[in-house]
């Protein structure tokens, strides 16, 4: 079955891997910190963290901005469970907006027809990488968490995706462009927010065994010893994820490149059948980063029956949130329950061959025939 989603990892992956084991130091420590250095350098942020996953990156983002409890929290309903996740945990009210039919991001329109007088924050998704249209969303004046989940490589007028609202996070999961099998990460401008994630991340202890054992190398006694500065929980990065990203960062933008191959192949292939609507490219002024590649086509799921039955694993991601009984929402979100018939991922990845992409290509042009 050729897959949907992946990332690619090789050699010099398992010999960081390697390293790191043989040091006998697998968890927080050296390599989550260069990675840490690393990883802000490419995208220019000023301050970064690893944690252990871009889901619980989400739920410290939120608690950083201290909501006043029960506050609302606006949110695409057409996205990953975590982001309505984490508004919960932290004790907010999710409130789902619709998105835009092509782009599949929010803009300010579906977020004003979600605002109350509640309104306290609004998260925004930066979808499979295209850039949301996110400063006439700064111009009403709430703090803004970035989901850049999908846009390790995504630039918005020059500024790096997941650095311009107040917070933004990043994931690392198994499948994103840029893997540390998991994690996830947190960047924000402001260094108070950055010093508070780097505590709380290990249960709002602030210190580390890793920091701990480097403070006994000076004059401190009873180095052992420390404030729990708040409750929080664990979620700290491995210095085996740490050093597997090293190794993804030197090959990021080869493997950018490749996907941004396909990307146009698909573009140049379907852009002129008339039963499939193509995703739009990125705009002048911003920078894609292609994670996934969604086609809209009137009889999805016999399409993605059609390609499974060839060996080609589809999905559609996201089911979207407003949709499900959990959240207890009675929103009408049109763009989304259109999507949730008729949007379709399609095999985008650095595993994938051009020959698997052509018989991509060939295996949905026959079902039109
Ligand atoms: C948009 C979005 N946000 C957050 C996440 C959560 O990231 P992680 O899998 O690292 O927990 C995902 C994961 O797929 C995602 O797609």
Redesign the pocket.
């Known amino acids: 079955m050729i897959s949907v989603f992946g990332s690619k990892v090789g050699k010099e992956e398992i010999a960081n891997v390697s390293a790191v084991l043989e040091s006998q130091w697998m968890g927080f420590g050296k390599k989550v910190s260069e990675f840490e250095e690393k990883f802000a350098a490419r995208r220019g942020h000023k301050h970064f963290a690893m944690v252990d996953?871009?889901?619980n990156a989400?739920y410290m983002a939120v608690s950083l901005l201290n909501l006043p409890k029960d506050s609302e929290v606006i949110v695409p309903a057409f996205?990953?469970v975590?982001?309505a996740q984490a508004i919960l945990l932290a004790g907010h009210k999710p409130v789902f907006c619709d998105v835009e039919l092509d782009t599949l991001n929010v803009n300010r329109h579906t977020v004003e027809q979600a605002m109350t007088d509640k309104t306290a924050a609004i998260m925004v998704?930066h979808f499979a990488g295209k850039p949301v249209d996110l400063n006439p969303i700064i111009e009403l004046g709430l703090p803004i968490i970035e989901?850049a989940?999908?846009a390790v490589d995504s630039t918005y007028y020059g500024q790096p995706c997941g650095g311009i609202g107040d917070v933004g996070i990043y994931?690392?999961?198994a499948v994103k462009n840029l893997t540390t099998g998991?994690?996830?990460g947190i960047t924000t401008q402001k260094s108070e927010l950055i010093e508070r994630a780097k505590i709380l991340r290990y249960c709002g202890i602030g210190k580390s065994g890793f920091e701990a054992a480097a403070a006994s190398a000076g004059e401190k006694n009873r180095w052992w010893e420390y404030n729990i500065q708040e409750p929080f929980i664990k979620m700290l990065p491995t210095n085996i994820a740490g050093a597997i990203g090293l190794a993804q960062l030197e090959k990021i933008d080869d493997l950018q490149a490749y996907r941004k191959q396909i990307w146009d192949i698909y573009q140049a292939e379907f852009r002129d059948i008339p039963w499939i609507i193509t995703p739009p490219d990125a705009e002048e002024y911003e920078k894609h980063s292609y994670f996934t590649y969604v086609i809209r086509v009137p009889e999805r799921d016999k399409l993605a029956r059609h390609l499974f039955d060839a060996g080609i694993y589809t999905t559609l991601r996201y089911h979207p949130l407003h949709l499900n009984p959990l959240y207890g929402s009675t929103a009408t979100l049109e763009n989304c329950e259109v999507l949730n018939e008729d949007s379709l991922s399609i095999p985008l990845h650095p595993n994938l061959t051009l020959d698997q992409v052509s018989f991509i290509i060939d295996t949905i042009k026959q079902f039109g025939d």
């Open positions: 996953s871009g889901s989400l996205t990953w975590s982001c998704v989901d989940a999908h994931s690392f999961d998991e994690g996830g």
